[in-house]
């Protein structure tokens, strides 16, 4: 069968592929392709000159010719005041210190197809932005490449019967759960409202109903995605099973999706917030986590939990509870043990989901250079003491650098958790529900300098290799790093095992032949590459 006649996106039916067991031929030809999305190739005189090439670094005839083909609305030029704000509307400086030659804001998944086969015709690399909440340059971002902005994808659409809503990846949380209240359900996402949909749901996803329900690649019932080859197909448990399966914690490897069918649920008011510990209360605050992670939070799969500590001129060092009930009741008996320990600060109400993220995210700062790492170790209650001990001996070390706020938090995976990964054929994660419950080791800091950025860096290098070691004597530790808050030295993918690693490949190796989400959309964690830095501070 000739190449171009996969490209009837109409016409494309999941039998049809489930049969051919082939998603590009060896023939693939991109111009064919785009005259199928309406795109003459031989009528736009830059791109004419590229028809018979493969290799060119085209980036400058690629934006011109997006712009050309879409409008110029849809393209952000340097040196123009809409693009400068643009690069400084991610949440890390880093990211916006990042230029692109162009920023192409597609508004259908035809757009996004055509997007992927240009990069491809004119070798021109590409970086895809949700939300642009990861950390790091290049993250969402591309030098001299084009940045593809999914912000009109907005779409919330709750269906007829109510199980299910239609999410763009264009959304904030704060958004979908705005419009999601107004018919009483809620879905398994982001708990901070103005992280991005798209990058929290395709790394994995801690939510406040994640003890009941899995993280949220485990509520996804199909994923619209356009792949290398320009094709837009819908993934779920049942149509085309290995890439949804994929998706479920593989990043931005295997394609550009641009809609998220999330599972919905009946959801009335929550109660949640946080509170503020001192000192003299750690060790009665690790004692309240340890028996959430291991024992309170099977008996009550409505609550969640977050300890992070800090330390800060008014109160010295302290310890931040978040506390979260997925129904409107006050002190659930689940939060019996924080309850009975002294707090100095408390806002802790009864509220809406979108306000719980609203009021998550206060003190949250845009704009300013930022680093998030993560590890996770089996729960064991010597080991939360070693770890903190661990954050305030180095502390000093960062703690008076301009801007500064260095935290470190415990986060259980819960037995409830681990169960709710298992649903529709598993995720990608690699983490053995019979070895668990293990705990993320996530931490961060905002800061103001980029002459500081060393210091920052090897600080957080530096705990987590004491806690490793002392983790591994100990025989508590675990491979598995989560990917939303890894650093640019890490390799989530890597700890999800061999196993998997080995099944993405071949996932990859399907519908991405040529590596295009490999090399042609080089940002963030990748399949074969390694960490996206290798030189670990
Ligand atoms: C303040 C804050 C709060 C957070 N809270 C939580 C939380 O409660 N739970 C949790 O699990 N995590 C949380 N995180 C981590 C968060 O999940 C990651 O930062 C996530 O990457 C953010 O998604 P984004 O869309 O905003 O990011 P972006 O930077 O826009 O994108 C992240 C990655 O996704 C890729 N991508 C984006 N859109 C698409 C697409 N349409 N198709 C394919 N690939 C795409 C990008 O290329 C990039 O690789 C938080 C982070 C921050 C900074
Ligand atoms: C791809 O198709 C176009 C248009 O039919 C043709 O001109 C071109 O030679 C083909 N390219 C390759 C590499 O086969
Ligand atoms: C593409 O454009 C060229 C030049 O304008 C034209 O000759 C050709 O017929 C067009 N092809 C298609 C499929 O429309
Ligand atoms: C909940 O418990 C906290 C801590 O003990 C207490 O300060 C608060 O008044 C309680 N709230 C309600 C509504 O019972
Ligand atoms: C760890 O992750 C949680 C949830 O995303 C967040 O609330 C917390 O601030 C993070 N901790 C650190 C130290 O970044």
Redesign the pocket.
Known sequence: MKASSFFAIGALTAGVFAQEGIFETADFNITEALIVNGVNVSAIPELDSLVERSLFSGCSIACSALSTIYGSTKLLSEGTSTYDAFTSG???AQ?GTVNPRCVFKPTTPIEVSSLVLLSRLTQCPF?????????FAG???IDGGITVS?ET?KKVTVSSDKKTADIG?GN?WVDVYTTLEKSSVGVVG???A??????????????FFSNKLG??CDNIASYE?VTASGIVVTASATSFPDLYWALRGG??N?????NFKLNAFPLGKMWGGQRIYTENNFPAVLDAIYKFATVTSSQDTDAAQIVSFGSIAQLGKIAIVQMHYAQPVSNASVFNDFNAIQHVQSNTAVSSLADLTIK??EG?ADGLR?T?WDVSFKVNRDLFTFLINTFYTLLPDVQNLPGAFPTISIQAITAGQLKGMQKNGGNALGLDAAKGPYFIMNM?SRWKNAADDAAILKFFSTIIKQVKAEAQKKGLDNAYI????ASQFEDPIASYGAGNVGRLKQVSARYDPAGVFQNL?P???KLVKGPPNPNMP
Do not use: C, D, E
């Open positions: 991610y949440w890390s990211q970086a895809v932005k949700g939300g642009g909440h990861a950390a993250a969402s971002s999914m994808f990846p904030r982001g708990r901070m103005p992280v991005g949909v798209p990058g929290l749901l395709l790394g994995g996803g801690i939510s993280w949220a995605v990043g931005n295997f394609g550009i999706v641009t998550m995210n949250a930022q998030q961060s989560y990917m939303n808050y959309h940002g963030h964690f």
